[in-house]
């Protein structure tokens, strides 16, 4: 079964994402197991009280997914950084997991400083964040919601080359790290919470995209 790809600011890839085309035949105990979610979470909707709280981020979702971070002229899509806060954090940009995952995207420690260095070396100079902040990244810095959207826009943009837009392994590389090894074999990372992620977010990033919340 063909995977739908997710979609982006200027198609990075496909222009498909995941609806119903997963409410076909199962094919493996994994492809079933993501059904389920899928299915579970398919009529999730955001409320006005989350639009409201991703309101006040919007200038900084926009800003920071502006940026063609890996391949010229290609962004990543600003609804479906929407729809991932909401489903990591409810837009809560002091949120705090019990795996120590901080801030609106749930990013740790030590995956926000790496990123954030590499984003430092970088040629491009961000507003609302420093360079200096980026190679010195701490707790307390994932928080703050600038940071936070910078760095999951660029993370973002990074897994959704690297494994071609489907949305699937492009979340499964979010919650479970790229280097998971079902992601080297062209499936989704097999752990429940993953597959509950992917269904949660393709749900939000559906209803943003098909409502025109945040046109």
């Given at each position: 079964?063909?995977?739908?790809?997710?979609?982006?600011?200027?198609?990075?890839?496909?222009?498909?994402?995941?609806?119903?085309?997963?409410?076909?035949?199962?094919?493996?105990?994994?492809?079933?197991?993501?059904?389920?979610?899928?299915?579970?979470?398919?009529?999730?909707?955001?409320?006005?009280?989350?639009?409201?709280?991703?309101?006040?981020?919007?200038?900084?979702?926009?800003?920071?997914?502006?940026?063609?971070?890996?391949?010229?002229?290609?962004?990543?899509?600003?609804?479906?950084?929407?729809?991932?806060?909401?489903?990591?954090?409810?837009?809560?940009?002091?949120?705090?997991?019990n795996m120590k995952a901080?801030?609106?995207?749930?990013?740790?420690?030590?995956?926000?400083?790496?990123?954030g260095k590499e984003l430092?070396?970088?040629?491009?100079?961000?507003?609302?964040?420093?360079?200096?902040?980026?190679?010195?990244?701490?707790?307390?810095?994932?928080?703050?919601?600038?940071?936070?959207?910078?760095?999951?826009?660029?993370?973002?943009?990074?897994?959704?080359?690297?494994f071609e837009g489907r949305?699937?392994?492009?979340?499964?590389?979010?919650?479970?790290?790229?280097?998971?090894?079902?992601?080297?074999?062209?499936?989704?990372?097999?752990?429940?919470?993953?597959?509950?992620?992917?269904?949660?977010?393709?749900?939000?990033?559906?209803?943003?995209?098909?409502?025109?919340?945040?046109?």
């Amino acid at each position: 079964m063909k995977i739908p790809s997710m979609l982006t600011c200027q198609s990075f890839f496909h222009i498909l994402v995941f609806s119903v085309l997963f409410f076909l035949s199962c094919t493996s105990a994994g492809w079933c197991s993501l059904n389920s979610s899928v299915h579970k979470f398919k009529d999730k909707t955001v409320s006005q009280d989350q639009i409201q709280q991703l309101a006040r981020f919007d200038h900084l979702i926009r800003y920071f997914s502006s940026f063609s971070y890996f391949v010229p002229k290609h962004k990543v899509s600003p609804d479906f950084i929407r729809a991932l806060i909401l489903a990591e954090s409810g837009a809560n940009p002091d949120a705090i997991s019990n795996m120590k995952a901080f801030g609106l995207g749930q990013i740790i420690l030590t995956t926000g400083q790496q990123a954030g260095k590499e984003l430092s070396r970088s040629n491009t100079h961000f507003r609302y964040v420093s360079k200096s902040q980026l190679s010195n990244l701490r707790r307390r810095d994932l928080l703050d919601p600038a940071v936070n959207i910078l760095i999951t826009c660029y993370l973002i943009a990074k897994y959704n080359y690297k494994f071609e837009g489907r949305l699937d392994l492009v979340v499964s590389a979010w919650n479970a790290g790229e280097y998971t090894k079902s992601l080297s074999q062209g499936k989704h990372a097999p752990y429940r919470e993953t597959e509950n992620l992917i269904g949660k977010i393709n749900a939000y990033y559906i209803y943003l995209l098909t409502n025109k919340i945040f046109p």
